[in-house]
């Protein structure tokens, strides 16, 4: 900020925070209407980050919803920045800048990596055909390594003997710092999953939706039966012995209780 004031470039700086910070509102309201917690706003240098706390009850589709909050609070100002423009009021050169920097910030945030709004997108899609934990699992894992290729591509000019390119660098370090934390901490979100499935089997009541099975023989370790529940789903587990044949047919809710007993 001191630096723009001596470039001259204080206005476009607080343009861009004002732009991230709408962006970031749209997330909260999206969150506060699905009936989720809001826990902070950080508006940094290159983008924001709305931090919510879900405990594990967002469905797919709301998480998508919220994530596509934001992106959409750009369109929306760019819409209007583009009919004012047109109209030929205030200053074209400014608008031209507001039109371009809501752009940018849009699409930034669309890429699927995470913490990006993109991201999210794609991993609560991908929850939906894959069970929950290996969703977790793998899409840390892929946003980790797109993080490195960020910050590979943002040095890879000085092997050149080119410039570096520091904004690019401090977007990949970001995202691979908040990466491998949430990755590290991934296993804790399955668990807030589990703790939170009470949600699945009310909506399941409440809806009548068909439960999915799940097979497996009694030998079977419970952590490896829990890693194959679905967010949206509610199970049955149908325990087999080595013949084949059906040993009892347990609802999801006692082999929670028995895993969290354990």
């Known amino acids: 900020m001191f630096f723009s004031v001596l470039t001259g470039q204080f206005l ?7 732009i991230v910070l709408v962006h970031e509102m749209g997330h909260v309201c999206a969150a506060l209407l699905a009936g989720v917690m809001v826990k902070s706003v950080q508006l940094l240098p290159f983008g924001g980050v709305a931090v919510i706390e879900d405990h594990g009850r967002l469905t797919a589709s709301r998480e998508i919803g919220i994530a596509l909050a934001g992106p ?13 423009l047109q109209a030929g009021v205030g200053n074209g050169a400014f608008l031209n800048y507001f039109i371009q920097a809501n752009t940018i910030i849009a699409l930034f945030n669309l890429l699927p990596i995470l913490p990006l709004d993109g991201g999210k997108v794609l991993q609560a899609a991908i929850s939906l055909l894959l069970p ?3 969703t977790l699992m793998w899409s840390g894992r892929v946003s980790v390594a797109a993080s ?4 590979a591509y943002a040095l890879l000019p000085l092997g050149a003997g080119g410039g570096l390119r520091l904004n690019l660098l401090m977007i990949g370090a970001f995202l691979l710092y908040s990466n491998i934390t949430d990755h590290r901490n991934f296993p804790y979100r399955f668990v807030a999953f589990l703790m939170n ?5 009310e909506r399941h009541l409440r809806t009548g939706s068909v439960a999915r099975p799940i097979v497996a023989l009694s030998a079977k370790p419970l952590d490896d039966i829990l890693r194959l529940f679905k967010r949206n789903q509610y199970h049955f587990i149908y325990v087999l012995n080595d013949s084949g044949d059906v040993l ?15």
Do not use: D
Not at 148 to 151: K, N, Q, S
Not at 251 to 260: A, C, D, N, T, V
């Open 197 to 201: 499935r009470e949600a699945v089997y």
């Open 12 to 18: 476009e700086l607080l343009t861009l925070f004002m």
């Open 248 to 262: 009892a047919v347990v609802p999801e809710q006692r082999l929670i209780s028995s895993y969290f007993r354990s």
């Open 148 to 151: 490195v290729l960020v910050v």
């Open 132 to 134: 929950y934990y290996f």
């Open 72 to 84: 959409l609070q750009n369109g929306f100002m760019i819409v209007i920045a583009y009919g004012i």
